[in-house]
């Protein structure tokens, strides 16, 4: 079973910077993708940067390219996404997630938040204007 635990969000000033964080259970961290997945209220779920644990290859939503950066540290289980310039339309929930089931496919990221089958329980980041 993977236990996934985000710590970080917070409210922020457009301008400002937060850094989440996203615990994992041992061992999560050497296979499949690991991504951040956001929620505004009345939107769909968004995958903002994703990892591929294998490779260590990146991706970035278009919506986040040169302000977010999604990086690990393997020695503690844990993946992190500073955000930085955070705007008001990065206000939402944003979940840490595992695609364990990607094997066969070297380098691949999953965009699709049902690609994903492990979950943590999701942190509030609210940025003002």
């Known amino acids: 079973q993977v236990q996934l635990v985000e710590s970080g969000g917070g409210l922020v000033q457009a301008g400002g910077s937060l850094r989440l964080s996203c615990a994992a259970s041992?061992?999560?961290?050497?296979?499949?993708?690991m991504g951040w997945v956001r929620q505004a209220p009345g939107e769909e779920r968004e995958i903002v940067a994703g990892v591929n644990l294998s490779y260590g290859n990146i991706y970035y939503a278009d919506s986040v390219k040169g302000r977010f950066t999604i990086s690990r540290d393997n020695a503690k289980n844990t993946v992190y996404l500073q955000m930085n310039s955070l705007k008001p339309e990065d206000t939402a929930v944003y979940y840490c997630a595992v695609a364990s089931g990607i094997g066969g496919r070297p380098y691949y990221i999953p965009r699709r938040p049902n690609e994903y089958d492990y979950w943590g329980q999701g942190t509030q980041v609210t940025v003002s204007s």
């Open positions: 041992a061992r999560t961290l050497s296979s499949g993708a």
